[in-house]
């Protein structure tokens, strides 16, 4: 709660109880996975489903052409990808990353990504590119 005291203020039918049915019905989590998930980030309970969370998630499966293991395995390492902006973050930064590796196919970078999701966090001007 300390991390994110908002959450004290939402309904729990309306956002709460919705959020985490998602979270266990589209990643295939258990109720430990998703304590683990909502104790990293719990800002996650805030967040739109259908706004947020599901774009990215669709937008960060088909383009890096992960299962739905590989996705749930990033997610439990890095739920941060359920919020990150595409456009300003992820898009970037996967671009980056594959152009800078000499990655041919996005498979190749999905290896990338599963080992090091943290990766998505950096800033290619502040932490990537220098």
Request: glycine share 0%; with cysteine; net charge positive.
């Amino acid at each position: 709660i300390s991390k994110s005291p908002t959450i004290l203020c939402l309904n729990v039918d309306s956002k709460l109880e919705p959020n985490i049915s998602w979270l266990q019905e589209r990643l295939n989590l258990t109720d430990a996975q998703v304590s683990k998930i909502i104790w990293k980030l719990p800002q996650l309970l805030t967040y739109s489903t259908s706004d947020k969370m599901e774009p990215n998630l669709d937008w960060f499966q088909k383009v890096l052409k992960l299962s739905n293991s590989q996705t749930q395995k990033i997610v439990m390492r890095f739920p941060h990808i359920l919020y990150y902006s595409v456009e300003d973050n992820m898009k970037p930064t996967l671009t980056w990353l594959k152009r800078r590796l000499l990655l041919k196919t996005n498979s190749e970078l999905a290896t990338v990504i599963e080992k090091f999701p943290s990766l998505l966090s950096l800033s290619i001007d502040t932490n990537l590119e220098p």
